[in-house]
């Protein structure tokens, strides 16, 4: 699969995941690795998938050296990226990356897990989406869970993941498709 937004079906009522948009960047035979880009952290805590109280950002969680300034960044919110390793942090942006430093999409958005990429993108005021944890699936996995029905996808479009409010994405997804929530009812491909 290319790299794709997946879209939590309706029906998904897995905790983690449900109403959720994933920026899925690599996905072969050994797994898939993606990032939640619609989950505050603030939201992940009142749907009780990160610990309480937790609503941060990027202000608490990026360390700068003396000299270096967050600007308005400064109080641009983190998003809950998914369940594994949340506390390491994943940049989405569209601004350029550097060779070695991470992912380049074809669509324009770009991939990395640098901090110097991360201080490089906030001085040159793009857009960012910076996401703390990941959603990492094992070989086959994602591929019987979108059989399943618990996925649906569309290109990983930059106006999808930096357009609008995260509040809005999910539902913003589903209407790349032509479709509604309510118009969707997912079941497994064998049914």
Known sequence: MEPQLLIASPQMKDPFFERTVVLVWHHDEDGAIGVVVNRPLSEASALGVMPEGVGISIGDVLVVEEGQELGEYASHPVNWGGPVDTDSGTLITTAPIEDGEGWVLPTGLAIT????????????????????????????????????????????????VFGGEAADCWERAIATLGLTPEWVLMSPADA
Request: glycine content about 12%.
């Open 113 to 160: 897990r640098s901090h110097d990429a991360l201080l490089r993108v906030v001085r040159d005021g793009a857009s960012l989406r910076l996401c703390l944890g990941y959603a990492g699936w094992g070989p086959g996995q994602l591929d019987r869970e979108i059989a399943e029905g618990s996925w649906l996808f569309t290109e990983a479009r930059p106006d999808l």
